[in-house]
């Protein structure tokens, strides 16, 4: 394996990544601006299990990649950034799914 990081195997883990954010961002905001108490709770819950799902298939990936001896590090660093705002977004968005 060679020490420098090409394209092909960072891009991957960048997209998953933005794409998870992203996703879950709109519907948190799409959440705040809706009237209606049953769907602002369930899009703030669709954007938490977009999150953990995010969360879960890097977790996967990062896997997959060390079974295959690739570069399962970078996968790992996209899980750790997940799971760190995965908790983070719980901590804010579960209150308004329990308690709005």
């Given at each position: 394996m060679?020490?420098?990081?090409?394209?092909?195997?960072?891009?991957?883990?960048?997209?998953?990544?933005?794409?998870?954010?992203?996703?879950?961002?709109?519907l948190?905001?799409?959440?705040?601006?809706?009237?209606?108490?049953?769907?602002?709770?369930?899009l703030?819950?669709?954007s938490?299990?977009?999150?953990?799902?995010?969360?879960?298939?890097?977790?996967?990936?990062?896997?997959?990649?060390?079974?295959?001896?690739?570069?399962?590090?970078?996968?790992q660093?996209?899980?750790?950034?997940?799971?760190?705002?995965?908790?983070?977004?719980?901590?804010?968005?579960?209150?308004?799914?329990?308690?709005?």
């Open positions: 060679s020490a420098i990081l090409s394209a092909r195997e960072f891009r991957p883990a960048v997209t998953h990544f933005a794409a998870t954010i992203g996703l879950a961002m709109l948190a905001v799409i959440a705040a601006t809706v009237d209606s108490t049953g769907a602002t709770k369930a703030a819950l669709a938490l299990i977009v999150m953990l799902l995010g969360t879960l298939t890097a977790m996967v990936r990062t896997y997959l990649s060390w079974r295959a001896d690739g570069r399962w590090q970078i996968w660093g996209a899980t750790w950034f997940l799971l760190g705002l995965s908790l983070l977004w719980f901590t804010s968005a579960l209150p308004v799914v329990l308690f709005t």
